[in-house]
C-alpha cells in the first residue's frame, strides 16, 4: 500500500475489525531473504526496521488515507499515530519473509526477535510472523520480475 513501489518503508498495512468490534491494524514489513545466513536474520532486520521507522512508514499510509475515508476508518487513520506510540493493543506488527524452501525456519525462536524488538505489544495477535517457503525461490522472483516488467 504504497503510492510508489520502489520506495523503501513499511510494506503493507492490514485493518480489520476486532471481535469486539473495533477496528485494529497491523504494519507489514515484507522481505526476501536469499541469503546463506539463517532466516531469522532477515526476520530481525525487518522488525529492527519497523521499530526504527514504523511511525515514519504510518504517516506516509495514513496521511492519504485520512483525507479518503469517512467515519470509524478515517477517525482509526486519524489516530494511527497515537495508537502506535502508545503501543495500543488496536495496534501491531507483521514480518513476512519469501525464501527458498532451504531456509525454512527451524523452530519457534526463528521469529523471537519480532517480541523482543516490540515487548509492549502483549497480546499474541499483535506480532505475527510469517516464512513463504518455495523451491527455487530464486527462479520464482526472475519469473515474477519478468512478468511483472513485461506489462510496462
Do not use: C
Not at 520502489?6 to 485494529?24: M, N, S
Not at 511511525?55 to 492519504?64: I, M, R, V
Not at 517480541?115 to 505475527?128: C, D, G, N
Request: no cysteine.
Amino acid at each position: 500500500m504504497k503510492s510508489d513501489a520502489l520506495e523503501p518503508g513499511g510494506d503493507g498495512l492490514v485493518i480489520y475489525t476486532a471481535a469486539d468490534g473495533t477496528l485494529e491494524f497491523r504494519l507489514w514489513e515484507i522481505k526476501k531473504h536469499d541469503a546463506t545466513s539463517l532466516v531469522s536474520k532477515t526476520i530481525n532486520r525487518a522488525g529492527k526496521q519497523l521499530k526504527t521507522r514504523g511511525h515514519e512508514y504510518l504517516a506516509k499510509l495514513s496521511g492519504p488515507a485520512t483525507l479518503a475515508s469517512t467515519g470509524e476508518l478515517a477517525e482509526l487513520y486519524d489516530s494511527m499515530l497515537e495508537l502506535w506510540f502508545d503501543r495500543s493493543s488496536r495496534a501491531g506488527v507483521g514480518v513476512s519473509v519469501s525464501a527458498s524452501d532451504t531456509h525454512t525456519p527451524g523452530g519457534r525462536r526463528t521469529f523471537g526477535s519480532i517480541r523482543t524488538h516490540f515487548p509492549e505489544f502483549s497480546k499474541p495477535s499483535q506480532t505475527e510472523s510469517v516464512v513463504l517457503a518455495m523451491p527455487d525461490f530464486p527462479g520464482f522472483a526472475s519469473r515474477v520480475q519478468e512478468i511483472v516488467w513485461s506489462g510496462l
